[in-house]
């Protein structure tokens, strides 16, 4: 529980669901101390008031893996297996059957565990492997059969309640189970979380800060395995492109208006690429978009494509339209060109001579074109 509140409170590390756990196991705690055994404790309280905190404690945790799972948060089948299991058990309680009263808060939190169970399996398929996702369910299952088990014994298998129950508690072996079985689940949900942060900070080394394109290293990573592509006879296109005049919007506006100016960019060139091509930022106002699988004439259509949408769409920049233009070198990823750097700098070179032909506008190589040819006299 302190674990949770800590990771909510202090360090901010998923803190709606590290709050729900810690809730959780907050409404826990009280159940585990026997209350019904107290003398002190107020007669009308006692008999149920430690299973209502069971149930509740379990629909929190439900509630907590499926935050922490990214799914999304819908809490009627929790509170319909918690409610009803609380009518079922008020019920029995009043009527003096004991037995049945244990049987359904037990029959609940059997029932909320193995939705956890399910959440934990649909939200693990994009991250978790099939191995480490069945490993992260066993105890949410083992957990289930316990209390399901000790539900249905108490109901019709009176010889066998021994096994499961000593008066109106777990037995011994129960007690021990539930505790290692809540242990196992709480590491598990630890373990995601710090997965995720290691998973965060990887992402974070490969993008750029503003933009959240990839950065210049990335980048080069990912133009370095297109080129190895390339020599086994594969086509690919890289497209540069610098914003016009943004060194004006700077001056002129603010490094505020320029920022904005980048992202509005990085929004329309993403509105027109494929899943499978990569945005980066090369420096600055220069982008770069990897266009694998594509011709020349097909990445100069989307260069073309390109230009017109941020064309027809200006940045709103304090409720006044804001015209932006780039201007476009479209290249082939070129074969004996390990790192790039050849394909790269002739589409930086035709950058420049659309610059200078008038921006707003797209220079494509001509086929078979390389940078040694084009610089010559």
Same mark, same amino acid.
């Given at each position: ?157 009176? /010889? ?7 008066? %109106? ?52 990573? /990912? ?7 390339? /020599? ?75 230009? /017109? ?27 004996? %060109? ?40």
């Amino acid at each position: 529980a302190l674990v949770w509140l800590l990771m909510s409170r202090v360090f901010r590390i998923a803190p709606t669901a590290a709050l729900l756990l810690a809730a959780a196991y907050f409404s826990i705690i009280p159940a585990l101390l026997c209350l019904d055994c107290q003398d002190w404790w107020p007669a009308l309280l006692q008999g149920w008031l430690q299973k209502l905190l069971s149930l509740l404690g379990f629909s929190l945790m439900a509630l907590g893996i499926r935050r922490m799972m990214r799914l999304r948060m819908r809490w009627l089948d929790v509170g319909s297996v918690a409610g009803l299991a609380t009518l079922s058990m008020l019920a029995c309680r009043a009527s003096g059957h004991s037995a049945a009263a244990l049987a359904a808060t037990s029959a609940g939190m059997g029932l909320l565990t193995l939705l956890a169970a399910k959440d934990v399996q649909t939200g693990g398929r994009a991250t978790l492997t099939d191995g480490v996702r069945r490993f992260l369910l066993l105890p949410y299952l083992l957990l289930a059969a316990m209390l399901l088990g000790r539900s249905v014994t108490l109901l019709w298998m009176n /010889e066998q309640r021994p096994f499961f129950v000593q008066g %109106d508690h777990a037995s011994a072996w129960l007690a021990w189970a539930y505790l290692l079985m809540t242990l196992a689940i709480g590491i598990g949900l630890v373990g995601i979380v710090v997965t995720r942060l290691i998973d965060r900070i990887q992402y974070m080394t490969l993008r750029d800060p503003l933009t959240d394109a990839l950065n210049r290293r990335a980048l080069g990573s /990912e133009l370095q395995t297109l080129q190895a592509q390339a /020599e086994r006879g594969q086509s690919h296109c890289l497209v540069v492109l610098d914003v016009d005049h943004f060194k004006r919007i700077n001056d002129s506006l603010g490094h505020a208006a320029g920022d904005a100016a980048l992202l509005h960019l990085v929004g329309v060139l993403r509105a027109n690429m494929r899943d499978l091509d990569r945005l980066g930022r090369l420096g600055g106002e220069e982008f770069c978009v990897l266009l694998p699988h594509t011709s020349l004439a097909d990445a100069s259509r989307v260069a073309q494509r390109m230009c /017109e949408a941020l064309r027809r769409s200006p940045l709103i920049w304090r409720e006044q339209p804001l015209k932006l233009s780039a201007s476009f070198g479209v290249a082939p990823c070129q074969s004996g %060109d390990p790192q790039g750097e050849h394909s790269l700098a002739l589409a930086d070179w035709l950058v420049y001579r659309a610059k200078s032909e008038g921006r707003d506008r797209i220079c494509v190589a001509e086929p078979g074109a390389a940078l040694g040819r084009v610089l010559k006299p």
